[in-house]
């Protein structure tokens, strides 16, 4: 069973920065799709933030509207990490943070942000965003 165990969460405050980290126990994840989801109480999980292999060692990026231009998703030099840098965060950012990882290598664009199309995810870990 692959196990992913994110880190970095915290209280921020709006403006400010902060930066997640998910590693996942298989290696062999570096060619499949890793993500950030999102869920604020009394709201459901929603997507944040995907990256996926598209050969060598390129990967796509894809972000959910509300967070392009601040959030930087990215997959660290073992590739079966993967971060969120967040940059000008705001109060609605204020919520649990999961990462995700799926075993269809080939997860099409219009997929990525139904959650039913990720197989792994992690605990979660409390982004607040207060002054």
């Known amino acids: 069973q692959v196990q992913l165990v994110e880190s970095g969460g915290g209280l921020v405050q709006p403006g400010g920065s902060l930066r997640l980290s998910c590693i996942a126990s298989?290696?062999?994840?570096?060619?499949?799709?890793m993500c950030w989801f999102r869920q604020a109480p009394g709201k459901e999980r929603g997507f944040v933030g995907v990256?996926?292999?598209?050969?060598?060692?390129?990967?796509?990026?894809h972000y959910t509207t509300s967070v392009k231009g601040r959030f930087t998703i990215s997959r660290g030099n073992a590739k079966n990490t993967v971060s969120l840098q967040m940059n000008s965060m705001r109060d609605e950012d204020t919520a649990v943070y999961y990462c995700?990882?799926?075993?269809?290598?080939?997860?099409?664009?219009?997929?990525?942000?139904?959650?039913?199309?990720?197989?792994?995810w992690g605990q979660g870990t409390q982004v607040t965003v207060s002054s």
């Open positions: 990256t996926r292999w598209i050969g060598g060692s390129a990967y796509s990026k």
């Open positions: 995700a990882a799926s075993n269809t290598r080939g997860l099409i664009v219009s997929s990525i942000s139904n959650p039913r199309n990720y197989d792994y």
């Open positions: 298989d290696r062999t994840l570096d060619t499949y799709p």
